[in-house]
């Protein structure tokens, strides 16, 4: 802040210096506060001091004798750091940065939140909430506090608490107004009993279908429907003789308004996609009498007759809600009714209660018996409360649309777009008004009773209720909804985040007292509840000021609008004494405003000249001694310093608190203010009066489905944006009254962040100037552009710039703005700088624009020479080129470069451009994306291999010659930043788990491994298919995933160009699924994987050029059989077990065979062992029944004997001989039969059993042939000492690494 002694606060009356005071004290002020009896101010260091009459303590010193004309510090605040300061008639309120309000003084009526004390003497806490207090204010019985988060509680006694029923409510806590707690406050400003308040305007979603500028006006005349656009039908707020209902709805009987979309701003033919338009109000002095459609749902014409109305409403009912119990629907909205329309109630609360209270709130009698009468006949409809029926009505705006759909064939072109947020767009959605029909027309004036209009509406709410009661859906239990259901707060913060305070779409809402026509409604009636200004609707507003009956606001482009009290001419010199609607203050078109207060009988305008005036501002003042529409400048207080607040009170009494300017810093600074509103203004003229003619026009509705189409919108979306941006700028940098606030600004504090609006805009320019769109532009445009000559004419003059013949040139030129104030933002930050004794704080925000700088003019370069190259190219060489994100880079007609042993028919020429290197031959050119292209130099001295290119992409190769080594270097050169730099943006995100090609961050050399897309086009295996993922030098090398014209897909690891690795291949045959996963060699598995044909089989285990081979399982769906064991070139070999639906064989296998030593147990439960030959028993074997009974002998198949054996029965006896036939069959015995002995055991077992089967050794030899690799022992050799270190090492890496694995799934 400034040095000590730099500072001083004046103190005068009237508008000369003649009673000049200084006032004496110890900091510079940043906040004045001017009372009746007494005054608060707020200095650099956060103290709060006050002087004057201390009657009632509203000085706070401890006492509430005696008067103190200088100002004394506050002790009881010393450890507090205050944010705002605010005085009433006797009493004084302060909030600070921690979420505490102090009041003290008189507090008669509840205006220091208390009745138990008339009198505080010293500060009292009132509330602590969990944020930061923004602003305090306060009339003479009441006090306002606005934090941080957009809430607003009031206390106190006054009009801003009225009922519906005149009765005047004192609310002795601090309390939520419940008509706007969903809502963000982002100024307020108490005057005389009435509040106006800045909000932020609501973002209407899919289930709030409640529109505000964008209407269908139903109109009878005649038997004809027309479709007009509704700002043919605005009526402005200069004509008072229109009738506004209590929320600033236009009451007229030729229309009525039914909202149609979800629409944040005024709009004609919306033809761009995602593109917001402004109307041509928004420019205008007197703005727009709209009514605000987001305090209705939908209104039915006064002019029908009630059978014709119900006609209508029922056909808008029944053809979407059949199923809907009528007199269900019809009480419960009777219900709803009753708490929405409280004058036909007991009457409830605007405010909802922060925390319990044990005092209740208490009703005093109106002052005004007439007034009270008037009230009790207007509908006072509470417009945020239509919240509570939204979901009701929006079902009836879907109906309306139906029905009107039906009359009107335009309409069903204009529904609602949704985007993917679920926010509605408002693409194409144009304001229809639909003639009235003759002899059906109502008759009366505008005002036409109003409880005939409350009643027609609150019948097609009635009809609207059947969307409430579809079939399951039940009815809503709200017989009576209490002040509490239909309001409740709290003292913490809702979980709504708010952001900056800055803010482009705002609205002006006011209530309480009226009848000076403060509330700016048109009228001088009291509004009980928060009633949005509709004459203020889009023009930017963002702070208000008021006073004893008058208030300002202050909008974004400097302009003031005022309304209210003008009878010492405060507020127009030439205007009436009262004025009912705001209106704007000449000086304020002339000169922009930064800064504003208004006094109960003058006011105060603290305006900056714009760049390159002599003076560089002053302070204007305006009331009962102004000659001239453009008030009084008060030359005197130029010598008083870089003013820092104003001040102005009752009898014309003024302050000015001033720094002084001794090292220029606030002359710098308040140069970029005004020229950051001039830009402003100046881009709000170029967006109105050029950009939007150029999108209703007609000529382009073709033009869209283009490249160029594209272009323009999203260049015209982002300069709507861009603006926007602007604008919030301004908001910031007028606030700024010291160097050391820039840090708050966007500008300086979050430069980067603010720049991303300059080079989103500036892409979509440069990107329709390379395509040369402007050129296509003004063909179509050029007899709107020829029309309004007069207004390019005026819009060059305003922005400083030379008039020229060539509408392309002058349409480039203004739409180049934005892109030049970059520059001047960063001459302007410079000489901010080096005024200052320590600008390190700048020195962000300056390197930032430097980049920026120079970012934009090599962006311009390039698109000016892609332009170029587009036209000196024939079109059958650019046709399939031309995009316009396209920028050339390089080419060889400018840098020479040949292909190295190109055929001489054709002229060979190269293009490099920052997504795609080409080579054209003749006319035929070939595209190679960056992304997949490596550069690589010759390396052989004094050849022509030193002059050599290679260009190595997937499928082909280039080989190109440099003119010398210098050309050649700078090719290089330039191919590798520009690969480099595509690869940093390029969008396609990483592949599998390797981190490469992040979009955003800039690379600072050309990575080998690439993440891109190619479609093989050569013959071959791989012809037509598609492969994503990582790329090495031409070849898919890492993880990535191909996919065949068959539908065949792979995804896993590729090397050297080739499947290899671990992956997974998924196809289809005969229409069912294949799967294999595991791993490969030269796209062959091998190794261990997981299949499940297409027959229904199953595999697991290993693979060897993919066939089976080592161990595995085999699960086999046709034969129901289970095989495990070992494999080799996909056939059984070695020792396995196979199950064929229980019947199992074990033992060896040879190529599918049964070979060797083996055991085998059949269906019938037999028990067979020996060695088999081809599938054959054969030999030495043995036989086992179910009945016990075996025989060991010779076999020449697997149920047949020939030879010697034994036959052993379950009785214990035997036959030894020779047996000769077959098991199945019968078998010839030639033998000894043996009776058993009587002492023998009958169960002995076969002395071959267990003795001919496979050998333990011979068993799993390829299982622990793997699993040793797999441990990192060798697999043929037997294990050593340290081969088992070895195993047990990789055990506990296995082991550590599992538990890692888990605790990270926890």
């Not at 070849?1035 to 160009?1057: E, L, N, P, R």
């Not at 075996?1190 to 047949?1200: C, I, K, Q, V």
């Amino acid at each position: 802040m400034a040095k000590a002694g730099s500072h001083s606060t004046y103190l005068w009356k009237g508008n000369t210096d003649l009673a000049l005071t200084k006032w004496p004290t110890h900091a510079a002020i940043k906040q004045i506060a001017l009372g009746l009896h007494h005054s608060a101010l707020l200095d650099c260091h956060d103290q709060v001091l006050c002087c004057g009459q201390n009657s009632h303590g509203q000085l706070g010193i401890g006492s509430n004798s005696g008067s103190h004309m200088e100002p004394l510090v506050v002790p009881c605040l010393e450890d507090e750091r205050v944010s705002s300061v605010a005085v009433g008639l006797y009493h004084t309120v302060c909030g600070t940065k921690s979420g505490r309000v102090y009041c003290w003084g008189d507090s008669s009526e509840g205006q220091c939140a208390t009745l138990d004390v008339t009198q505080y003497t010293t500060p009292n806490c009132v509330a602590s909430f969990d944020t930061a207090i923004r602003k305090v204010s306060c009339c003479a019985t009441s006090s306002v506090a606005l934090l941080e988060d957009g809430r607003l509680f009031a206390w106190g006694t006054g009009s801003i608490f009225q009922e519906s029923t005149g009765k005047v409510k004192r609310v002795i806590k601090p309390t939520l107004f419940s008509f706007i707690e969903d809502r963000m406050v982002l100024d307020v400003s108490c005057g005389d009993d009435f509040i106006v308040a800045v909000i932020k305007k609501k973002v209407h979603t899919l289930k709030k279908l409640i529109t505000k500028n964008n209407y269908v006006v139903v109109h009878k005349s005649g038997n004809e429907l027309e479709a007009f656009n509704i700002k043919e039908h605005r009526r402005t707020s200069s004509d008072s003789s229109v009738q506004l209902c209590p929320l600033g709805l236009e009451i007229a009987e030729e229309h009525v308004c039914l909202p149609l979309s979800a629409q944040s701003s005024p709009s004609s033919v919306r033809r761009f996609q995602g593109y917001r338009t402004r109307s041509p109000s928004v420019r205008s002095t007197t703005g727009s009498k709209l009514s605000n459609a987001s305090s209705i749902d939908s209104h039915v014409s006064d002019e029908k007759s009630g059978e014709e109305k119900d006609k209508f409403l029922s056909s808008l009912a029944h053809s979407h809600f059949s199923n809907v119990n009528q007199e269900e629907a019809e009480q419960w909205l009777k219900d709803r009714i009753g708490a929405t329309f409280p004058h036909k109630e007991s009457g409830n609360s605007l405010l909802s209660n922060s925390e319990p209270t044990d005092m209740p709130a208490e009703s005093v009698d109106s002052t005004a018996d007439s007034k009270v009468k008037v009230k009790e006949k207007l509908p006072q409809y509470m417009g945020s409360m239509w919240n509570s029926i939204t979901k009701s009505s929006s079902a009836v705006t879907s109906a309306v649309h139906t029905h009107l759909v039906s009359k009107i064939p335009l309409l069903d072109k204009l529904k609602p777009q949704v985007s993917a947020n679920g926010v509605v767009d408002d693409m194409g959605l144009t304001p229809i008004v639909l003639p009235p029909q003759t002899g059906e027309a109502s008759s009366g004036n505008k005002c036409n009773t109003l409880e005939t209009r409350e009643d027609n509406y609150q019948m097609s709410l009635l009809k609207a209720a059947t969307s409430q009661c579809i079939k399951k859906g039940g009815l809503p239990l709200a017989s009576s909804l209490s002040e509490s259901q239909l309001a409740t707060s709290s003292l913490t913060a809702p979980q709504q985040e708010f952001s900056s305070s800055a803010c482009i779409g705002t609205e002006v809402w006011s209530w309480g007292g009226g009848e000076h026509g403060q509330l700016g409604h048109g009228d001088t009636l009291d509004r009980p509840h928060p009633c949005l200004v509709s004459s203020l609707l889009d023009l930017q507003v963002y702070r208000v000021h008021c006073s004893l009956h008058s208030a300002l606001a202050l909008t974004t482009d400097g302009k003031v609008y005022g309304w209210g009290d003008n009878t010492h001419k405060q507020l127009l010199y030439k205007a009436g004494p009262v004025l009912l609607q705001a209106t704007v203050l000449p000086i304020s078109v002339k000169l922009p405003v930064t800064n504003l207060t208004i006094g109960h009988e003058h006011t105060l305008l603290r305006v900056i000249y714009p760049v390159g005036a002599v003076s560089k501002g002053g302070v204007f003042w305006m009331g009962s001694n102004c000659l001239n529409e453009l008030g009084t400048r008060l030359q005197f207080t130029n010598n008083l310093g870089h003013p820092l607040c104003m001040g102005a009170g009752p009898n014309s009494i003024s302050s000015l608190s001033t720094l002084n300017d001794e090292n220029g810093v606030h002359t710098e600074l308040s140069q970029l203010i005004a020229s950051e509103i001039q830009f402003y203004r100046v881009l709000l003229d170029i967006q109105s009066e050029l950009v939007e003619p150029i999108i209703q026009s007609d000529n382009m509705t073709d033009m869209l489905d283009s490249p160029i189409g594209e272009a323009l919108q999203h260049m015209f979306e982002n300069l709507f944006i861009l603006v926007d941006s602007i604008g919030v700028n301004c908001q910031e940098l007028s606030g700024v009254s010291d160097a050391s606030e820039l840090r708050n600004v966007s500008l300086v504090g979050n430069c980067r962040s603010y720049m991303t609006s300059f080079s989103v805009y500036a892409t979509h320019f440069h990107n329709l100037l390379a395509m040369n769109g402007l050129s296509k532009l003004v063909e179509r445009v050029k007899p709107i552009l020829l029309r309004n000559g007069s207004t390019l004419t005026s819009l060059l003059e305003r922005c400083q710039l030379e008039f020229t013949e060539d509408l392309v040139v002058t349409i480039s030129v203004l739409l180049q703005l934005p892109l030049r104030r970059v520059s001047e933002y960063h001459d302007a930050v410079e000489r901010i700088q080096l005024q200052l004794e320590d600008g390190s704080m700048l020195v962000s925000s300056l390197n930032c624009l430097e980049k920026e700088k120079l970012h934009l003019s090599a962006q311009f370069n390039l698109a000016e020479s892609t332009r170029i190259f587009w036209e000196n190219w024939p079109t059958a060489v650019t046709e399939g080129l031309k995009e316009s994100h396209r920028r050339l880079v390089r080419e060889s007609q400018t840098l020479p470069l040949s292909l190295l042993g190109g055929s001489k028919l054709y002229k060979n020429s190269f293009a490099l451009f920052n997504d795609v290197f080409v080579h054209i031959q003749g006319q035929v050119h070939k595209i190679y994306p960056l992304e997949k292209l490596w550069i690589e130099s010759g390396t052989s001295k004094g050849t022509l291999h030193e002059l050599e290119i290679h260009l190595i992409m997937p499928e082909a190769s280039l080989t190109l010659l440099a003119s010398n080594t210098a050309e050649k270097a700078e090719w290089m050169w330039v191919l590798s930043q520009t690969v480099t730099n595509w690869l940093s943006s390029y969008k396609l995100e990483p592949f599998g788990h390797h981190p490469v090609n992040h979009r955003g961050n800039m690379l600072r050399t050309t990575p080998a491994h690439r993440v891109a897309t190619h479609m093989f086009y050569k013959s071959g295996p791989l012809q037509g298919a598609v492969y994503k993922g990582m790329w090495l030098k031409g070849k898919m090398h890492g993880d990535g995933q191909i996919m065949w014209a068959d539908g065949k897909v792979y995804t896993g690891q590729f090397s050297d160009g080739v499947i290899k690795g671990y992956g997974k291949m998924v196809s289809k045959i005969d229409g069912k699924v294949e799967s294999i996963e595991g791993h490969w060699i030269n796209g062959k598995l091998h190794g261990f994987a997981k299949a499940r044909y297409a027959n229904g089989d199953f595999y697991t285990g290993f693979y060897k050029d993919h066939q089976f081979n080592g161990h595995g399982v085999l699960k086999q769906k046709s034969t129901s059989s289970v095989y495990i064991g070992e494999w080799k070139n996909g056939r059984k070999h070695g020792y396995g077990v196979l199950d064929i639906k229980g019947e199992k064989y074990l033992g060896q296998w040879c190529r599918d065979t049964k070979q060797g030593p083996a055991l085998q147990i059949t269906l019938d439960g037999s028990y067979m062992e020996g060695t088999f030959h081809n599938n054959k028993l054969i030999g030495q074997g043995l036989i086992m029944t179910s009945d016990d009974t075996y025989y060991e002998g010779n076999f020449t198949g697997l149920n047949e004997v020939n030879g010697r054996g034994v036959m052993m029965m379950s009785t214990g006896d035997s036959i030894t001989g020779t047996f000769d036939g077959s098991w199945a069959t019968g078998i010839k015995v030639t033998g000894v039969y043996s009776k058993a002995s009587p002492t023998e055991d009958t169960v002995r077992l076969p002395q071959l059993f267990g003795k001919l089967s496979t050998d333990h050794d011979l068993k799993w030899v390829e299982l622990f042939h793997h699993s040793k690799v797999a441990l990192g022992c060798a697999g043929d050799k037997a294990a050593t000492e340290e081969d088992c270190e070895k195993a047990w090492e990789k055990v506990a890496v296995l082991f550590a690494s599992l538990r890692s694995r888990n605790a990270n799934q926890v």
